[in-house]
């Protein structure tokens, strides 16, 4: 049968074809199981701490404030018997409640609880996403063996997300993302919905209710007046029809929750940073007792670290004094470091040997940089090598730098360029190479001297011997700093080789100058 | 404690003692790292730079040759070919290791550099102001360098024999470069070099020191 054809002959938007088309090939076992993580009472769980305070009051709502209407947006079991609802304006359900106790949204929370709980999801899999406003979606189909089953895995993070967020925690387990918040969102039960199959997926989302997908009132309402109210007559509708009525966003999501197309997530990643406070009981005066209270936060820092196999580029040490301003000392790694308390101990000694404290310490604070990804480790095969092959050098230039300042070390690089002073550059040690470094290494352009003078000297030509020469160097005219010089090589009477030019251009500075040193 | 001849100590300890003439006979024991420049190599012990200790090359006067004198010996040691050769057996002088340059007068020129066969990626450039004993002793003791130069005069003697210790314990080319004054005043180092030019006569290399080596003067040209 030909289902394009058979849309022409029937143009009604109740008749056949469904949605879902031509028919995809399904495989039965799809390679992706999503748990979707819904917390029904997010808005008042956020507000825990408020809500506590106020056990002796029953009737709660969530009202909120930003938008002009007053809006309740969640309430307590209470209230809602009293027939308060979500969405309900703040005076309608004043009126059906009168002792309600009203309480502000806090979206910040609402994000920090989300936040936790998809941290917590990290332990079950690597693969997280948060689904906004109130739910999170984890791939789980590498982690069932492990968990014994999604069953039991759902227990477990229940058990992890109640210790967090709410009690109400609602799961669905399907193989996408946004049916399984579809599910999740209207399952009342603390079982979880469970579809294994993907071929499965538009018989069991059929009988859904369509306010599941959060789509737009109007377009619900407008749904609801051409008789559709479940996913199920939605799909049932024909894809071009649907496409143009209520846009091809809407078909996507419908694709997308039947599994017809992918649904790319952006995965949650943890944004952890260290922080430490130790009090000092009596007040610490000294910079060597304050090593060995720093020397036990490092140790702190390296378990910290050691535990998530990350590493740190940024450390920064406040002391906080009675009186004066807070000391910052601020550390900088050249490389991402891990768990080496030996190497931090060090560079902070050497920081803190040379310096005067300005009154006692009465506190010490311990702040480290976002965590970074350890460079990949080599195998000892090669350890004799790697230990030649700079491995020493991120220390060595790290402790150069804590007593010298960052722009006192640094490496050197080639540039391709015809100016003398602009064909090298002050590099970071260890860092990527210039991309065309090699092509100016490689064209040699004529005898170039060992040492060069940041700034050309006014010489005297008068006891030179010249020896090579001209060499004409004409560049540089588009970013104003253009030359037009005739370099020579000379010699004076000490032996010493002498790279020295003069000016083509009679608007220039007259006279010779010294501009490197054949040494 | 009992006067002990010198004639029993000759042959009775010939392990605790130290003869000149010795290590000259057997130059295999310590081969030196070749200059580059067949005349100095000769002059030298071990036919060329030590690779242990402390080399004090003295000199009035910058772009005399100071560098040229050697540039043939760090291009061997810290060419981007020198890693390969490096890993082959294990050299007394690291190899396709670093370059370090503390406090240099100028700067050291990587197109020049590059030229002279150095891996200019490879090399760290230090701009200290005082300590820079320090910082020489850092690099020599980190062990990620092939070569560590230093424009370093120190006027301490302990300074001194602290760099000519790190020097001796580390496996890097240790070199200083110090003003011709400095030569009168005693010094630890391995070898110590006196330089001077001219216009007509070229470089005039001339050993003031030399450990199990004798004073020479040798002329190397332009």
């Not at chain 2, 036919?47 to 040759?65: A, T």
Request: net charge positive; proline share 7%.
């Amino acid at each position: 049968m030909a289902p394009l054809a058979q849309r022409r002959v029937a143009p009604a938007l109740r008749s056949s074809p469904a949605v879902p088309g031509p028919t995809v090939v399904v495989r039965s076992r799809s390679r992706e199981l999503w748990l979707a993580v819904h917390l029904p009472s997010l808005l008042l769980d956020a507000l825990r701490d408020q809500t506590s305070a106020l056990s002796g009051r029953v009737h709660l709502a969530v009202v909120d404030l930003e938008r002009d209407g007053k809006v309740v947006r969640a309430c307590d079991a209470a209230a809602q018997t009293a027939g308060v609802r979500a969405g309900m304006s703040v005076n309608s359900a004043l009126a059906l409640a009168p002792g309600l106790q009203t309480l502000a949204r806090d979206v910040g929370r609402e994000r920090q609880l989300l936040e936790a709980v998809a941290c917590q999801g990290l332990r079950f899999t690597p693969r997280v996403s948060i689904e906004p406003p109130d739910g999170v979606l984890l791939e789980v189909r590498g982690s069932l063996r492990l968990f014994g089953g999604a069953r039991q895995l759902c227990r477990r993070v229940q058990q992890e997300v109640a210790e967090t967020a709410g009690a109400t925690v609602r799961f669905a387990v399907t193989p996408t993302p946004l049916a399984s918040s579809w599910f999740a969102r209207l399952n009342v039960d603390e079982r979880a919905v469970l579809v294994r199959g993907r071929e499965e997926l538009p018989g069991r989302l059929a009988p859904l209710p369509l306010a599941c997908t959060r789509w737009p009132e109007r377009t619900l309402r407008t749904l609801a007046t051409m008789g559709v109210r479940t996913v199920g007559e939605c799909l049932r509708l024909p894809r071009d029809g649907f496409a143009r009525r209520f846009g091809a966003d809407l078909l996507a999501m419908l694709d997308c929750a039947t599994g017809r197309i992918a649904e790319p997530r952006t995965a949650f990643a943890v944004h952890e940073k260290f922080a430490l406070r130790r009090d000092l009981e009596p007040e610490v005066v000294d910079t060597g007792r304050l090593q060995v209270v720093l020397q036990l936060m490092v140790d702190d820092l390296c378990r910290f670290l050691r535990e998530r196999s990350r590493g740190i580029q940024t450390l920064e040490i406040q002391l906080h004094h009675r009186e004066a301003p807070t000391t910052r000392v601020r550390l900088r790694f050249v490389q991402p470091v891990g768990a080496q308390p030996r190497r931090i101990v060090e560079l902070l000694r050497e920081r803190l040997a040379r310096f005067g404290l300005a009154e006692p310490v009465r506190n010490i604070r311990l702040v480290s940089g976002p965590l970074l990804d350890l460079p990949a480790d080599a195998p000892e095969l090669f350890a004799h090598d790697r230990r030649e092959s700079g491995v020493h050098v991120p220390q060595l230039v790290e402790r150069l730098r804590a007593r010298f300042g960052n722009a006192a070390v640094h490496g050197l690089a080639c540039v391709a360029e015809h100016r003398p002073e602009a064909a090298w550059r002050a590099v970071e040690p260890l860092g990527s190479p210039l991309p065309l470094a090699k092509i100016a290494c490689d064209a040699g352009d004529g005898h170039r001297p060992l040492w060069l003078l940041d700034v050309p000297e006014l010489c005297e030509a008068g006891d030179l011997e010249f020896e090579e020469g001209p060499e004409c160097i004409e560049s540089g005219w588009w970013d104003g700093h253009d030359v037009a010089r005739d370099y020579y090589v000379a010699r004076n009477r000490h032996g010493a080789r002498l790279w020295v030019f003069r000016n083509r251009r009679s608007a220039d500075a007259p006279g010779w100058f010294l501009h490197g040193w054949f040494a | 404690m009992p006067a002990i001849s010198i004639e029993d100590l000759l042959q009775n300890n010939p392990a605790r003692l130290w003869r000149a003439r010795a290590e000259g006979a057997a130059p295999s024991a310590s081969r030196g790292l070749s200059t580059g420049y067949a005349a100095l190599d000769r002059c030298l012990p071990g036919q060329g730079w030590p690779r242990q200790g402390l080399i004090e090359i003295l000199s009035d006067w910058h772009g005399i040759g100071e560098l040229r004198l050697l540039m043939p010996a760090l291009a061997r040691l810290c060419s981007s070919a020198g890693v390969a050769h490096g890993a082959r057996a294990k050299p007394a002088v690291a190899q396709g290791g670093w370059l370090a340059w503390v406090s240099p007068p100028y700067t050291p020129y990587a197109p020049a550099l590059a030229a002279w066969g150095i891996d200019v990626a490879r090399v760290l450039v230090v701009h200290g102001s005082g300590a820079t004993e320090w910082a020489m002793g850092q690099a020599l003791r980190s062990g990620a360098c092939s070569a560590v130069l230093g424009w370093v005069n120190p006027r301490d003697p302990q300074a001194l024999r602290r760099l000519q210790l790190a020097a001796e314990q580390s496996r890097s080319l240790a070199v200083l470069f110090r003003p011709l004054q400095a030569g009168c005043a005693p010094s630890p180092a391995v070898l110590r070099i006196a330089l001077s030019g001219a216009a007509q006569t070229g470089l005039r290399v001339r050993i003031v020191k030399s450990r199990g080596g004798r004073p020479a003067t040798v002329n190397l040209g332009h």
